[in-house]
């Protein structure tokens, strides 16, 4: 199944990965108006909005700024380069447990956008900022010197991190080493999307 490339479809139809596309049965359908409502407010804020990963992903100054995603317990806004945020409310929730940055705001009731949405367009304007100052955040140690589209890609979407870390180091590097043959960001992004299912399925960049 084709994953989605134009935004309006994610807000119709879904991302595009499972059957459950363009059915009521998408977990995007319960959540719809609180999805509506995050993308009210990145928009406003002057954002630009595209598809990466199969979700709305909204940028600034050629910087990715947050990514808008949908599951069936909850929905969610997951802050990139979070390290640079001041989460000052709190609000920040790690992906999972082998995310080393609190990176998302998760929603389990549409009502909750409204109620957060000073601290939601007050974080992605800090974001904003650091964008378009080009400023980043010092780089932690990892296993892996992994690039960042990857990281980015991992922290989006929670069932490709699970696969990802339930790799064997050497499964993991072999991405690695081959997303960084790779000269140009879209080009790195491109083969992560390629490499999804075989990262789901447990499978080194080379396995078939």
Not at 49 to 67: F, Q
Not at 101 to 127: C, H, K, N, W
Not at 145 to 153: F, I, K, S, T
Request: aromatic letters at 6%; glycine letters at 8%.
């Amino acid at each position: 199944m084709a994953m989605i490339t134009d935004p309006d479809d994610f807000f119709t139809k879904g991302c595009g990965r499972c059957e459950r596309f363009a059915t009521q049965a998408c977990s995007t359908r319960p959540w719809i108006e609180g999805l509506n409502a995050l993308r009210r407010i990145c928009l406003e804020l002057g954002l630009e909005e595209t598809v990466k990963w199969a979700h709305p992903c909204y940028t600034h100054a050629g910087r990715n700024i947050a990514l808008i995603s949908a599951f069936r317990g909850d929905f969610r806004l997951t802050f990139m380069n979070a390290e640079l945020l001041d989460d000052a409310e709190g609000v920040l929730e790690l992906q999972g447990p082998g995310s080393r940055t609190p990176s998302m705001i998760r929603f389990t009731d549409v009502a909750q956008v409204g109620e957060r949405a000073p601290v939601i367009a007050e974080y992605l304007r800090q974001l904003m900022r650091h964008a378009k100052a080009g400023t980043r955040a010092p780089k932690t140690a990892r296993e892996l010197d992994m690039p960042d589209e990857l990281v980015e890609a991992l922290d989006g979407d929670p069932e490709l991190a699970d696969a990802f870390r339930a790799l064997t180091p050497g499964r993991q590097n072999s991405y690695v080493i081959n997303l960084a043959q790779a000269k140009q960001p879209t080009t790195r992004t491109a083969r992560i999307e390629k490499f999804r299912p075989r990262i789901l399925a447990g499978k080194g960049a080379q396995e078939r």
